[in-house]
């Protein structure tokens, strides 16, 4: 049974009074966000910018790992426009985004839509996709891309993945997860790039994505707090946001950035350090996401570091076994995006992700919000399925269904960004 030790009913000090309950299933409580390290509350939005830079310090060293701060020469190229894609719904663009003049050095590939009616600057959702820009939708005009896929030579156990070109009958294949077309029916533009252009997504990727062009040599031992998987993931969607604030057709004021699972993780990691991202959503990116690591239930840190060891630094693998000894939590992580808007998504049979251990993730950062001026979250009970709950600032709903991106999900994320961004026009 779980009990309040004076440990746990600390944390809920710096909590608001209709929120001071106890988080069930926890295994000590999670630091709070208006306290520093040293014990001392953060009294006033004042002091905030310190406990911030505080917070990202921790997790940049202890778990996601430190982002370089060298530029790269990155350069942008229009592929191919299209002022008639979708049957005349959208302007089609497509862009190379080069990293280094090295030959052979990984480049990004854009697919950007942009309404066609649009008679200005137009907000726009920015996002990785998993399987390919091609996937996103049935489009004919997309390029097929190179994708990282199983060896098809290797036998059949075999894990090892080589690059492919993506096959023509893989197009729309995750365009439910997309919904291409709602998105620009509601005034939106959509940004998305394959993830394996940034950087691949198996243990020992690197020297086939961006952190290879940050080595000092090629075969230089990573430090403990050196970058990883995730890390370059961010890292590529902060150059995204570079192109998207050189297009015209794009208001930079008014980024969305989403993801999904360990997507929803590089998400809110990337948000938490580039201040340009104007609005975030986390889809089902649990435990290193939106989720308690303190939560007994869903995933493990044991179990992350042992399937995906590449994701985080090597400096979180001491944490395996251990979530309590962790110096941050996901409150935290979810704190760095105040005062910008937030919301957190989670499916009812996606256990994995503990829908629970997200939900107080944004209870417990609720109090910043408020610190800087903006409505909190409001709710303080876990809600019913498909019962959407928050504020203009903060919202949250688990909808019925598995780990995935649906219409449901992406209706939810539109009304949102809508209200907030026409909030923010009027003000």
Partial sequence: MF????????????????AQSPI????????????FANGRPVSS???????????????????????????????FHVDSTDPHALNGLAIRKQITVSFSPRPGAPRMHILLYIPASASGPVPVFEGLNFTGNQSVSSDPGIDLGPLWLRDPSAPPTSHTLTRQTASADSRGRAASQWQVEKILARGFA???VYYGDIEPDFDGGAPFGVRSLFLKSPHATPAPDDWAAIGAW???LSRIADYLATDPAIDPHKIAVIGHSRLGKTALWAAAQDLRFSLVVSNESGKGGASL?????????????????????TNFHQYTGHPDRVPVDANLLLALIAPRPLYVASAEDDHTSDPAGEFYSVVLASPVFELLGKPGFGATAFPPVNHPVGSASLGYHVRTGKHDVTAYDWDRYLDFASAAFASAKAQ
């Fill in 3 to 18: 009990k309040l030790t004076a440990a746990l009913a600390a944390a809920f000090l710096f909590l608001p009074a209709a």
């Fill in 293 to 313: 690591y303190r939560r007994i239930p869903g995933e493990t840190i044991e179990h992350l570091n042992t399937v995906f060891p590449h994701w985080f630094c």
């Fill in 45 to 75: 939005s004042a002091a905030w910018p310190r406990r911030r830079a505080e917070i990202i310090r921790l997790f940049a060293s202890k778990v996601y790992g430190q982002t370089p701060t060298r530029r790269l020469p990155v350069t």
């Fill in 190 to 192: 959509l940004a998305t």
């Fill in 234 to 236: 961010a890292w590529g």
């Fill in 24 to 35: 069930p299933d926890l295994v000590s409580a999670p630091p709070a966000a208006l306290q």
